[in-house]
């Protein structure tokens, strides 16, 4: 079985000040691991994901997540944030299984930008 | 961009009805669909898996019953709660996919805030 810990449930944090949203994951099998990004009265989108390769992913909004396999840590972070980052971040993993992509979730971090 | 639309948005309903909730795909057709339920302040919890054509994989503890699941085309699939009861009052979230492998991109609805009084 899988579980995912978001260790944060809120994050203040002023504009462009760099920021870190912790996730952890708890697997017997490999997994493949993501980050989904909920603005507010949309739908999750995906902002990054690693499959394989390099362990440091990036988005193309200025986040970046780095695959700690010894630490089975997935944090993701940004260096300057933007009122527009708010928003509730939801970290995931869906273990390897050559069948359905079963997605298993943390409980998100809301992220709030201040001015 | 891919995108999953879910009607209705938020439904009330009397103890003992049904209620049904549709997921479509609206600019790709999806091979395979996933119902999600959540509750405040808690992840999201995977319900069932559905294929086009074929009958759902519920997750251990979901009531096949109660949560009917039906992926009718490649652009719709429906979850039906029968008999509702205050603690099936939810968030009810789709998503679907190209796809059937891990590395495929789900791509979610808004959600179904579902109240049962």
């Known amino acids: 079985a899988q579980s995912v810990t978001q260790l944060d449930s809120q994050v203040p944090v002023f504009e462009e000040a760099p920021v870190e949203l912790r996730c952890n994951y708890s697997?017997?099998?490999?997994?493949?691991l993501f980050w989904y990004v909920q603005y507010p009265n949309q739908g999750l989108q995906l902002l990054l994901k690693?499959?394989?390769?390099?362990?440091l992913v990036e988005s193309i909004n200025g986040f970046e997540a780095e695959f700690n396999k010894s630490q089975t840590s997935f944090h993701l972070r940004k260096p300057s944030v933007h009122i527009s980052d708010t928003a509730e971040y939801f970290c995931a993993v869906s273990p390897f299984s050559g069948g359905y992509n079963k997605l298993i979730f943390g409980a998100g971090t809301r992220l709030a930008v201040h001015p | 961009g891919a995108v999953v639309s879910q009607h209705p948005s938020w439904v009330i309903c009397k103890s003992g009805t049904s209620v049904k909730i549709e997921c479509r795909s609206l600019d790709f057709q999806a091979t395979t669909m996933f119902w999600y339920r959540q509750f405040p302040k808690q992840s999201l919890m995977l319900m069932a898996t559905?294929?086009?054509?074929?009958?759902?994989?519920?997750e251990q503890g979901v009531e096949k019953d109660k949560f009917l699941i039906n992926h009718a085309s490649l652009t719709l699939s429906t979850l039906t709660v029968t008999s509702a009861h205050p603690e099936d009052s939810s968030f009810y979230i789709c998503?679907?996919?190209?796809?059937?492998?891990?590395?495929?991109?789900?791509?979610f609805g808004p959600g179904t805030r579902l109240t049962v009084l």
């Open positions: 559905s294929n086009e054509g074929s009958k759902a994989t519920y």
């Open positions: 690693y499959l394989s390769g390099s362990t």
């Open positions: 998503s679907a996919t190209t796809g059937s492998g891990g590395t495929d991109t789900q791509y």
């Open positions: 697997s017997s099998v490999s997994v493949y």
